[in-house]
Nanobody, 127 residues
Framework: QVQLVESGGGLVQAGDSLRLSCVAS????????MAWFRQAPGKEREVVSV?????????????YYADSVKGRFTISRDNAKNTMYLQMNSLKPEDTAVYYC???????????????WGHGTQVTVSS
């Protein structure tokens, strides 16, 4: 089992930036991919970005971004620190949600394929 703890959320204005962090502990070597999901009030949880956790970084990272965040958000990882990041720039009010970190055994966009989840961190973007 992998334990995940998110941090870095907060209240910002439209156009501002935030960087979320997710620290993993436990059986991190078993993770194939890690992801950021978000859930806004009254909406389903949706994938934001995914990164392969155990790939050799000499060949670059294998990543996915939702269309709504492409060009504004950047996912990255530091395996030595067991930490994943989400750099969020040019934030919009529609980015307001609870952001969750997740770990899974496959590269997927589906919540059911991720077996470990953090408790989430709130991001609120005011207009």
């Amino acid at each position: 089992q992998v334990q995940l703890v998110e941090s870095g959320g907060g209240l910002v204005q439209a156009g501002d930036s935030l960087r979320l962090s997710c620290v993993a502990s436990g059986r991190t070597g078993s993770s194939y991919a890690m992801a950021w999901f978000r859930q806004a009030p009254g909406k389903e949880r949706e994938v934001v970005s995914v990164i392969r956790w155990n790939a050799d970084q000499r060949y670059g990272d294998y990543t996915y971004y939702a269309d709504s965040v492409k060009g504004r958000f950047t996912i990255s990882r530091d395996n030595a620190k067991n930490t994943m990041y989400l750099q969020m720039n040019s934030l919009k009010p529609e980015d307001t949600a609870v952001y969750y970190c997740a770990s899974g055994l496959r590269f997927s966009l589906v919540t059911e394929h991720f077996g470990s989840w953090g408790h989430g961190t709130q991001v609120t973007v005011s207009s």
